[in-house]
């Protein structure tokens, strides 16, 4: 199973900040098992989420990633698994939740 989809099935989502630190939420769905297991698997995260993350990955057409941080009101979520370009990530987006203000912010944002 990969490192991603653990955090997955204990409904947590993550991603890369500055620095090469990895933020891990909602810290709710956080456990002490769980934290225990993140920080056992912290570099595998970290690989996970750069490679879903590179724009420049080998086997996706320009444009297109396995993972995109969006906004949803004011939350910052990853929208992961399925390989979409920006504009399919909000439309996903804005299907899931539909009554919410929904943004795929740019990397320079």
Known sequence: MAAIDYLKLHHLNAEIE????????PKENITPEVREWIKAHRTELL??????????????????????TI????KRLVL????????QAHWAAQARWPDAEVEVPTDAD
Request: proline share 10%.
């Open 71 to 74: 906004r949803v009101g004011s």
């Open 80 to 87: 992961a698994g399925i390989p979409y370009t920006r504009e």
């Open 18 to 25: 500055k620095g090469n630190r990895l933020a891990v939420w």
């Open 47 to 68: 690989e996970e989420l750069a490679a879903a993350n590179d724009p420049e990955h080998p086997h996706l057409p320009a444009g297109v990633r396995m993972a995109w």
